[in-house]
């Protein structure tokens, strides 16, 4: 009797528990406020400390199944051996360069390399720059002929002009002549070097004459000597120059009449090879750096 009584008592509690917990209909429903199972840490104010190493980048081998061959030459189909021929694979950045010599027959051959985009050309230090680039694309395995041009360079540069062109004659005309070296470097490109502290001779007919200027003119730091002159005949005559490297007959029209149909160029003098030259040569001297052409 008295377990039963301790039962029906226990019950009641649980139950008197349960309603005292059910909210009414009037009241707020109240729960607990959840807490937080992780925080978000503050790193602003960490510092990484530096790590010893060094970045590569992977650049894909240039092997594969293609094959250039050729020959290179100048524009009058000269074979030319010895000359360099340089490959330029595109395919990343900066180019893959293979180079090769051409043999006694000016014959070359690259083989086993990758496809792609190539740029290819020819020169030879110091008397032959490159005449064309060739941009070829070759597929994964492709045998392609590649014939190259070069251009011969002389050693010597003589260049004039002389304004009004054509001259007129019984009119004054201003005569330039430039001398400058020129040869081939290692890299392919063209250097022009001027020629300073030469003696030049105007050398020419009787029917020019000497306005200004002596007879005999030194270079000046860009290669150059001038005169005026004057054609006295209409028609061809000759003029040259004379120095310690030989005579050079110049190129000069024919000398014209002044009418009302009479034109004359406008064209500048010849270029000074002094804009973009570092040093220069002075006469009888061994050559230095000079400006550069593609």
């Known amino acids: 009797m008295k377990r039963r009584l301790v039962l029906i008592g226990g019950v009641l509690a649980v139950v008197l528990s349960v309603i005292a917990i059910i909210p009414s209909g009037d009241d707020d429903v109240r729960r607990a406020p959840l807490l937080p199972t992780s925080t978000r840490a503050d790193l602003s104010g960490v510092v990484l400390q530096g790590v010893s190493g060094t970045t590569t980048t992977t650049i894909p081998q240039n092997v594969g199944k293609v094959a250039f061959r050729g020959a290179v030459r100048t524009p009058e189909g000269q074979l030319v051996p010895g000359a360099t021929v340089r490959a330029e694979w595109w395919r990343v950045e900066p180019p893959v360069v293979i180079e090769v010599l051409t043999n006694d027959q000016g014959q070359w051959e690259i083989k086993e390399v990758a496809g792609g985009r190539w740029k290819i050309r020819a020169y030879r230090a110091p008397d032959f720059a490159t005449g064309k680039v060739e941009q070829v694309f070759a597929d994964k395995d492709a045998e392609r002929e590649v014939d190259l041009e070069v251009r011969n360079v002389e050693d010597l540069s003589i260049t004039s002009d002389i304004e009004p062109d054509p001259p007129i004659t019984d009119f004054n005309a201003q005569l330039v002549v430039v001398f400058a070296d020129r040869t081939v470097d290692a890299e392919g490109r ?38 005026v002159v004057k054609c006295r005949e209409d028609g061809p005559h000759s003029l040259a120059v004379s120095s310690p490297l030989g005579t050079e007959t110049l190129d000069v029209a024919p000398c014209i009449p002044i009418t009302s149909t009479s034109t004359t160029s406008t064209a500048p003098p010849p270029p000074d090879p002094s804009e973009t030259t570092t040093t220069t040569r002075a006469s009888g001297g061994g050559g230095g750096g000079g400006r550069i052409e593609g």
């Open 190 to 227: 063209t250097i022009t070097t001027p020629i300073v502290g030469m003696p030049v001779t105007l050398v020419s007919d009787a029917a020019w004459i000497r306005v200004s200027g002596e007879a005999t003119e030194t270079t000046d730091s860009t290669g150059r000597v001038s005169w």
